[in-house]
């Protein structure tokens, strides 16, 4: 094993999913933008997770035996996850805020999947040999445009970009990376909190976690293919039970 990677996919995704929950929780406990020490130290610790997330889009395109089933099952769960998000949001109001832009909100209208998912087609559209340079250029525009309403904005899709069309030059790949994420802290500083826009900056704290990746899922066949599926069913089941207490309570 090379020096320093002592981390697997799986423990990865688990460092991703704990770092999600207690972001997650901050947003549900503390509304708003809180500048308290304690929300804001959780927030930072969930910086960790939509970097993890985009690297192993990316990675899933590298590995994946079947990319059309691999799209397909990320779009699934980004309409899975859509309705759990918003049930979670503080933009809940009934049931119409199912609804994306019904009650004339632009940004948060849908989850991080649904970027996601559209990270890996973008992916797939820049490394396409068969797709000319013009057409490549405008399908990722148009799909930062479609992504822009979710979480992370098109951010999360470009990240995948990025990292998949640099796989094994992982300088080049945080690089980049970075410089998407800073394209976000501005327009978050500016348009809508100046503090959370900084914030935003705490991704750079996934960079020497994901430098530890050893490139390989873990030793256990069983517990691989439970990792497999354990983040689908846990992103949008988690929200589901906050947005639930939140209704309770």
Known sequence: ????????????????????????????????????????????????????????????????????????????????????????SEGYIDAKSFIPFYYGNFLNQTSVMWSLAWGLVMLRVADSKKIKMPVKVLAIILICVVTLPSDWSCIAALCIMAIGTN??????????????????????????????????????????????????RGSNPKINKLMKWFFYIYYPLHLGIIGLLKYCF
């Open 167 to 216: 796989r094994g030059n992982f300088k080049k790949q945080m690089t980049w990376m970075m410089f998407y994420v800073c394209l976000y802290v501005v327009v978050y500083f500016f348009a809508i909190d100046a503090v959370y826009g900084i914030l935003q900056l705490g991704v750079a704290l996934s960079i020497p976690v994901l430098s530890m990746y050893n490139g390989k």
């Open 1 to 88: 094993m090379e020096k320093g990677k002592i981390l697997n996919s799986n423990q990865l995704k688990l460092i991703a999913i704990l770092a999600m929950t207690v972001d997650h929780i901050a947003w549900a406990v503390f509304s708003g933008y809180p500048t308290e020490i304690l929300p804001l130290v959780m927030h930072i610790i969930g910086r960790l997770t939509c970097p993890i997330m985009c690297y192993f889009v990316a990675e899933g395109y590298h590995y994946t035996k079947n990319i059309n089933k691999y799209t397909a099952r990320l779009f699934a769960f980004s309409i899975i996850s859509h309705f759990a998000y918003i049930f979670a």
